[in-house]
């Protein structure tokens, strides 16, 4: 049995009203029930006893072409219910339960759902997926069978009210009227669509949420450990009313389609407050849209689970014990440099030191640290603002990143008159930071005086504890790599596989490679006579510096990453 297209299907409650199984005043006191408890219209009908579960299952079976489970026709496998998380499955109410060949039957409750439905294919990628639809009750008599007692919704009914409610808004005023986006009977699905897609991202643990519009298509991708994934594509009819609802989420200017635009949307799902830093940029076929995930309850800010190496770590946090002095932190955009100095300034954080951040933008608040954000159009830039701050008495400056020659030159004289500055700058390693600073105009006796320490950090995937497998690799090969000899005979190496925990990916979630280089006296003397990057390179080595390549394969010799995860990142010594 096919499923009908999209622009074939009524909703169901249209559907039950075209059919006479439901009344025009019904249907209406159902959809109260829907608005205010936050449930899909065809359980508010159940609830309100105008239609029983199983006229409502054989309902959706004609609507959208699934055939009918019937809990007592199956066996379930529990091999097979455990082919998908908990959390996805109780989420989009679905339950695998069945596997032939290339076969899982998987039981949906709500057919309507098409983005969770895809998102099951995207799950059990590989395998041919037949849908069946299927009541509630015996949904939930599943669910406590095999992941014991339900707690009923992954999200009380108040939440979902108060979320769909808060996103619920009209545009204010639309400046050109043949610029306007008109979506009547589509506005509710279409907020299910865009809050499902964002649902959908925190669950898979997505840091991005990329929109994109081309020709045919509109494509959705969630970058997931630092990889993007195609996860959905849209018809293109879609594409004006998609981005209009994020606009107007994002308390951005709908009619503007021809700049680019920032905004900001604040959810909450469940328990969790999630921020979204939202970007929109024009292009040929119509505005890309960005979506950065900025939750801070996943922010960890424990300097020791980072993913330093001890003699790192040590370095570190002897710099950051030092009154005064720059500390800058490398790499380029998404290393987690940001997670990194965030760390910093909590283990900094005291009540008798006087903590100031510049940001561009700020991402996360930190309690009893001062945060000013940058806003280049009203004149309030880093420079500026750094003046600033040397009359707020600071102990500790922390600079999102050093742009240009006069946040540089602020940043440095700050440290040399007593204050701990920290900062970020785009560089491939740490020697060459150096060069970079010069290049920007900065004296070398000044880096000299004042940089204390520069970190180079990439960020790689952790292989998935359930399903990673050795691989074997010639003893040759792994000393070739930088593999040190002695180890070699013994070690074990691992390599992804891909299971349901990890969307068969093979990794789940990152950690941190580090290249510390404390500027020791001999570093500084390199500095002053205009050494090449090279040749700090060479005696920060000497001078007991692990390389960010040393640092990956420190981590492939404990299990934690693959050797590909570490060539990707890193170059050769």
Excluded: W
């Excluded at 742009?403 to 060459?432: C, M």
């Excluded at 950690?511 to 040749?535: C, F, H, Q, W």
């Amino acid at each position: 049995m096919s499923t009908k297209t999209t622009s074939e299907k009524l909703t169901i409650g249209a559907f039950l009203l075209k059919k006479g199984k439901v009344s025009e005043k019904q249907l209406i006191d159902a959809q109260a029930v829907q608005k205010i408890e936050g449930i899909r219209i065809g359980a508010a009908l159940v609830k309100l006893g105008y239609i029983t579960e199983e006229a409502l299952v054989e309902a959706m079976s004609e609507l959208y072409g699934y055939p009918v489970f019937k809990i007592d026709s199956f066996k379930i496998d529990p091999l097979v219910v455990k082919f998908l998380p908990e959390d996805i499955i109780k989420r989009n109410k679905v339950l695998p339960f069945s596997k032939e060949g290339n076969i899982i039957r998987v039981l949906t409750t709500d057919p309507a759902n098409e983005i969770g439905l895809e998102q099951i294919k995207f799950f059990l990628s590989g395998f041919k997926i037949v849908f069946y639809v299927g009541k509630d009750s015996d949904f939930k008599a599943l669910i406590n069978q095999f992941f014991g007692e339900e707690s009923s919704e992954i999200y009380s009914k108040e939440t979902v009210h108060e979320l769909v409610e808060s996103v619920v808004q009209e545009p204010s005023e639309v400046k050109h009227e043949e610029e306007q986006t008109v979506i009547p009977e589509v506005d509710a699905p279409l907020i299910r669509l865009v809050n499902q897609i964002i649902i959908n991202a925190i669950s898979k643990r997505a840091s991005d949420i990329h929109i994109e519009p081309f020709e045919d298509n509109i494509y959705v991708r969630y970058r997931i450990d630092g990889i993007l994934h195609d996860i959905l594509t849209l018809p293109t009819k879609l594409k004006s009313p998609l981005i209009t609802r994020i606009k107007i989420m994002s308390n951005m200017d709908i009619s503007e389609r021809r700049l680019p635009q920032d905004g900001r949307i604040k959810m909450k799902i469940g328990k969790r407050e999630v921020d979204f830093r939202v970007s929109t940029l024009p292009s040929i076929f119509g505005e890309k849209i960005v979506l950065r995930v900025l939750e801070k309850g996943s922010l960890q800010l424990d300097l020791t689970k980072l993913g330093f190496e001890e003699e790192s770590l040590n370095f570190f946090l002897e710099a950051l014990n030092k009154p005064y002095g720059m500390i800058l932190v490398t790499g380029p955009t998404g290393s987690g440099k940001t997670t990194t100095l965030y760390s910093a300034l909590m283990k900094l954080r005291r009540p008798e030191v006087n903590i100031v951040t510049v940001e561009d933008p700020v991402e996360y608040t930190l309690p009893r640290i001062i945060q000013v954000q940058v806003q280049e159009e009203i004149g309030r830039t880093f420079a500026q603002i750094l003046r600033s701050f040397l009359r707020q008495d600071p102990d500790i400056i922390f600079v999102g990143e050093i742009r240009d020659f006069e946040t540089a030159e602020i940043a440095i004289k700050a440290a040399l008159t007593g204050h701990l500055v920290l900062s970020t700058l785009h560089t491939n390693d740490a020697p060459s930071t150096i060069t970079r600073l010069i290049n920007m105009g900065i004296e070398p006796f000044l880096i000299a005086s004042s940089v204390i320490l520069i970190v180079a950090q990439r960020l790689v995937r952790k292989l998935c504890e359930s399903c990673k497998k050795e691989q074997k690799i010639s003893k040759d090969a792994l000393i070739k790599m930088g593999f040190p000899a002695e180890f070699t005979e013994s070690l074990k190496i691992y390599e992804a596989q891909g299971c349901a925990e990890c969307s068969q990916t093979g990794y789940r979630g990152r950690i941190a490679l580090y290249e510390v280089m404390p500027i020791k006296e001999e570093i500084r003397e390199l500095i002053l006579t205009g050494a090449s990057a090279n040749d700090i390179k060479k005696e920060a080595i000497k001078l007991g510096m692990l390389t960010l390549r040393q640092s990956g394969i420190r981590k492939v010799m404990a299990g934690i990453t693959s050797i590909e995860e570490v060539l990707r990142v890193t170059v050769e010594d």
